[in-house]
């Protein structure tokens, strides 16, 4: 069987893995539950509380090999902020050096010949293309989970970051991006059709048949809920200035929001001016991802609320927030700046909005107000959920690359 190493970034909380920690672990628990020989290689985000990269291998589903980078010399030990380090160019350049340094010495563990190296991200792919070239791996996956136009608002940081996309979809044998658009933008951007890597869309799923739905009578008809980042682009703000007019109309109505980021120590002081935090509950990151589906499988009404911006990766993105909501069989409130909203849209699974308070005022008010479209959303959502099973995507992925299982 083929041999694999992934590369990537997660977030760990008590040194578990979050439910933040992105679709690479999917990937991972995909070959694991194939029986694979598979290296994980995990690269702590800044937001995590420990900045030590680690790696695992498994084969035959089994644990073969766990190892920790001895980081003694690496002065940040402690979690920052993502966005901090996006906008410090030499903070991220330390943590660059610290996820490369870390790729070089777990390399040096892995014994033969592997047959993918699938690098998420430009940096981890760029040194796959390295170890191809010296014959420890025989071909390159280049997985971009963060694609725009405006990755950085640094514009060195942003040339610097497309310079490097560039080379991967030249070197690379394959490429994956999240959607068709990605693929089409880069091609407007100068990059040759007829050169380097082979294109694939690798859209985000969920693991849908390890979700069990709860009976309506054990949900909690009138409870909001968000999951995800805590920073402007998501839109926490708007539900915060909304739910004071929704309380009016519903007063048993709650929210829960599951995450951490810039503006959650604000949003939280906003609240008691509001006089709604008793209505209102920060839960911070859970790490459980069970637990965090728990929350979501006893709520009535989820909420995507991104801003728009058709520079930003939400824009050109396939998030996995939406797909985590159909799957937990919840009627989703989402803003139109996804691409995935129009088609929650046309088979009613959601309510699609501009990203305005009153637009989201209505559309709550709908779903809270009225329950036979409520029932009706949350049955269609739980039959659009069936579409995004992870192994059917991989398996269709894998084999479009001449890989059967």
Known sequence: ??????????YKINNQRTYMAGPSVDLYNY???????????????????????????????????????????????????????????LLYLLFKFKDAVSVFYFMSKLK?????????????????IFFRRIGKVKKVVYDVIDYSPRRYENKLMNRIFHAMDRFCCLHC???????????????????????????????????????????????????????????????????IEAMPEILKRVPQANLIIMGDGDLKVSLERKCRQLDIDKQVEFTGIIGDMKEVEQYLLKSAVALTLYRFDNLSV???????????????????????????????????????????KEALIKAALKFLEDDNLFKRYRLNAMHLAGQYSWNGIFSNLFEKMGLKP
């Open 173 to 239: 044998d394959y490429t994956w991006s999240q959607t068709q658009k990605i693929i089409d933008k880069r091609f407007k951007l100068g990059l040759p059709r007829e050169r380097g890597a082979m294109h694939l869309v690798k859209q985000t799923g969920i693991e849908r048949e390890k979700i069990k739905q709860l009976p309506l009578d054990e949900i909690q008809r009138y409870q909001l809920v968000y999951v995800g980042h805590v920073f402007k682009v998501d839109g926490v703000e708007l539900i």
């Open 112 to 128: 033969g010949k592997y047959d993918f190296f699938i690098g998420i991200e430009s940096l981890n792919a760029i040194l796959g």
């Open 31 to 89: 070959l694991k539950s194939k029986g694979y020989q598979a290296a994980f290689i995990e690269q702590p985000h800044p937001d995590s509380e420990s900045h030590i990269p680690t790696l695992e291998e498994v084969k035959d589903q089994k644990i073969i090999k766990k190892i920790k980078l001895p980081l003694f010399w690496f002065p940040l030990r402690r979690a920052v902020s993502g966005d901090t380090v996006q906008r410090n160019f």
């Open 1 to 10: 069987m083929a041999k694999f190493i992934i590369t990537t970034y997660t």
């Open 314 to 356: 939400k824009y050109y993105n396939d998030p996995s927030k939406p797909k985590l909501y159909l799957g937990c069989g919840l009627p989703q409130i989402i803003t139109k700046t996804v691409p995935i909203s129009k088609l929650i849209k046309e088979k009613e699974a959601g309510l699609a909005i501009d990203y305005t």
